[in-house]
Nanobody, 127 residues
Framework: QVQLVQSGGGLVQAGGSLRLSCAAS????????MGWFRQAPGKEREFVAQIAWSGGSAFYADSVKGRFTISRDNTKNTVYLQMNSLKPEDTAVYYC????????????????????WGQGTQVTVSS
């Protein structure tokens, strides 16, 4: 079983930056793609970004493309989400997620496609 522990987040003014981290522990089947999702009050959980297990490819939602960067350090079993030029509409609880045995070329954009989830962290962007 894999455990994902998130850190980072908080309150920032519009135009500011934050970095989220997600550290994995435990045993997985390997080739784990990692993703970030977010959920605003009264809304469904939505896809933000995904990175392949090798770190060689990443995919972003249109709403964050050019502002957010997902990365991973497999030596530390940690994935990051660097968020720049934040907007009030980015306010949400952010979740990291993992899916093992996923080929690099397969993009996973729905929550149902992921096996493991972090505890969530609040990001609030003030105007």
């Amino acid at each position: 079983q894999v455990q994902l522990v998130q850190s980072g987040g908080g309150l920032v003014q519009a135009g500011g930056s934050l970095r989220l981290s997600c550290a994995a522990s435990g045993h997985s089947a390997g080739r784990t793609s990692m993703g970030w999702f977010r959920q605003a009050p009264g809304k469904e959980r939505e896809f933000v970004a995904q990175i392949a297990w090798s770190g060689g490819s990443a995919f972003y939602a249109d709403s964050v493309k050019g502002r957010f960067t997902i990365s991973r350090d497999n030596t530390k079993n940690t994935v990051y989400l660097q968020m720049n030029s934040l907007k009030p509409e980015d306010t949400a609880v952010y979740y990291c997620a993992g899916r093992s045995q996923n080929p690099d070329i397969v993009v996973l954009t729905t929550p149902q496609e992921y096996e493991y989830w972090g505890q969530g962290t609040q990001v609030t962007v003030s105007s």
